[in-house]
């Protein structure tokens, strides 16, 4: 029952956001636009490579992409008292919790499936092909973690009078650690070289990491969304 | 310091006592002599540092100290806000409060003497090394509690949501802890290895005693934070029964 | 770096340490010594009404 309730929930929320394409035109904008801007912030004196900052940039462009779809995820809500109706069904909370935290992890990771080849183009062609599957996995784990702290969050944040200000402030101090982690794997994964054993323990601190949130959101989610 | 409302009011107000001031004045007093004792063992019984750290090691003493009492601090608004969460008591949300400016006060003081004595020690005043880092990002999230509060006018949903922040916020603490110990940046000085403590014995009992006086500094602090909201809650007694 | 260097540096980080606790501590001291001040106000506002209650 509660499977296929999660199931209608993020339905839902695809369905609202495929119909109006908002959030994801947004996001995809967005990114690619910050990508240019890297390109001329970051023009290195002598044309040298600049592989050593790509993980930062890539996860610094996929954070604040992702801050932008959490704030129109819970927004929409909130302006038609949709969460309020919502409540008022049987619905386990946690289940509510699910559903807006997948349909979060899928808008970030449509935007991350055409992102990341233009990126890799740009600023890492030297990327080898056989890293892919150990890239994806990471950036799996680490949009799991994103989603699952800033769906959270959001939902906190979203029922204060600052709302889309607010989510920022609480939600980067929390995301760094899972940002270092992932920069620096990204980063060694798509360089020429690199020690990819570093990579394994960065992946295992980025699942723990996503372990505790995910804990902690099944925990308190009840008290988060206002009973 | 502060009086029972009782005497005050002629019995018609709540008696409504506050945290003991004579207590609260011998804790601070108290922490007082040990900061002063750690401060003369470390100045003038601990040998001078024989790394390139130097004379400026000896920032040592309060530094760390005050780095503990911080975390210590937040550790006590994230007890004190399950607390709240589970009894939902306005008193649990005040030592939350209470524990948090607290944390973020010597948290301040971390950063501050932390920069001194980088520069100090390597020249620089900023370097994105473990403890100035992770408490720079430990400040930037509690202040985040703050803007949190401010922004939810519902007295009950305002302590509701400021508990679970701090309760997730908490996540942070151990990460700011072990920054230390296993980030290898190899420019802090991991002061309690695996090993044991790596240090002079009388550079140990300095650490302990200023350890044990931030403490007992933080309780006393918090004691004081704690007295004033019992004042206000009292005020807005008084004046309710003015009112009404 | 010379002793007397470090020894100022040594001597602001304390110095900091001290200027915070202290401004701390009075800036309290002072908020309780108001807050006394306006309990012990009502308080009498309110026994001088209680006769004519």
Same mark, same amino acid.
């Given at each position: 029952m509660g499977a296929r309730q999660y199931r209608a929930m993020v339905r839902k929320d695809l369905l609202t956001e495929l119909r109006t394409r908002e959030t994801v035109v947004a996001m995809f904008l967005f990114v690619v636009l910050a990508m240019v801007v890297f390109h001329y912030a970051f023009t290195v004196a002598g044309g040298g490579p600049l592989s050593f900052y790509t993980g930062g940039m890539v996860w610094v462009v996929f954070v604040f992409g992702a801050l932008l779809g959490l704030n129109r995820s819970f927004a929409h809500e909130k302006d038609e008292n949709v969460l309020d109706g919502l409540l008022l069904c049987p619905v386990d909370r946690v289940t509510i919790f699910l559903a807006k935290m997948t349909g979060n992890l899928i808008f970030l990771g449509i935007i991350q499936v055409v992102a990341l080849p233009v990126f890799a183009l740009f600023f890492a062609p030297q990327a080898s092909v056989a890293r892919l599957p150990?890239?994806?996995?990471?950036?799996l784990l680490a949009d799991l973690g994103i989603a699952t702290l800033g769906t959270l969050l959001a939902t906190i944040a979203m029922q204060t009078r600052a709302r889309d200000l607010l989510l920022p402030i609480v939600f980067l101090p929390l995301a760094i650690p899972l940002v270092i982690a992932a920069a620096s794997a990204t980063s060694t994964l798509l360089s020429a070289g690199g020690d990819v054993s570093a990579v394994l323990g960065r992946l295992a601190f980025v699942l723990v990491y996503d372990g505790?949130?995910?804990?902690?959101?099944?925990?308190?989610?009840?008290?988060?969304i206002g009973e | 310091m502060v009086e029972s409302a009782a005497t005050v009011a002629g019995g018609r107000v709540s008696d409504r006592t506050a945290l003991a001031p004579a207590t609260t004045t011998a804790i601070l007093a108290l922490a007082g002599v040990l900061l002063a004792a750690a401060l003369a063992v470390g100045f003038w019984v601990a040998p001078t540092d024989a790394s390139t750290l130097g004379? !400026?090691?000896?920032?040592?003493?309060?530094?760390?100290p005050i780095a503990e009492t911080a975390l210590l601090a937040y550790g006590v608004a994230f007890v004190a806000a399950v607390l709240y969460l589970r009894r939902g008591d306005a008193r649990y949300d005040r030592l939350g409060v209470a524990a948090v400016r607290l944390g973020l006060l010597f948290s301040l003081l971390v950063m501050v003497t932390g920069v001194i004595w980088?520069? &100090?020690a390597w020249g620089v005043w900023w370097a994105w090394e473990p403890r $100035?880092?992770?408490? %720079?990002?430990?400040? $930037?999230?509690? !202040?985040?509690?703050?803007?949190l509060r401010g922004a939810v006018e519902d007295e009950s949903r305002r302590a509701t949501y400021a508990a679970l922040f701090a309760?997730?916020?908490?996540?942070?603490?151990p990460i700011t802890f072990f920054a230390t110990r296993f980030l290898p940046e190899g420019l802090h000085p991991v002061v309690l290895g695996p090993s044991g403590s790596g240090m002079d014995a009388r550079d $140990? %009992? &300095?650490? $302990?005693?200023? %350890? &044990?006086?931030m403490t007992l500094l933080f309780v006393g602090l918090l004691r004081l934070e704690l007295g004033i909201e019992a004042l206000r809650e009292e005020l807005r007694e008084l004046k309710y029964r003015l009112e009404g | 770096m010379p002793l007397a260097e470090a020894a100022r540096y040594v001597a602001a980080a304390y110095g900091a340490v001290l200027l915070v606790f202290v401004a701390y501590l009075a800036v309290t001291g002072r908020r309780i010594g108001r807050l006394r001040r306006d309990v012990r106000a009502l308080g009498e506002e309110l026994s001088r009404r209680e006769p004519e209650a």
């Open positions: 150990a890239l994806l996995g990471l950036i505790i949130f995910l804990v902690l959101a099944y925990g308190t989610y009840d008290v988060a | 004379f !400026s090691q000896k920032i040592f003493y309060f530094h760390a980088g520069r &100090a $100035l880092t992770t408490f %720079l990002i430990a400040c $930037l999230l509690y !202040s985040g509690y703050f803007v309760v997730i916020a908490f996540v942070d603490v $140990l %009992l &300095a650490f $302990l005693a200023g %350890l &044990a006086g | -």
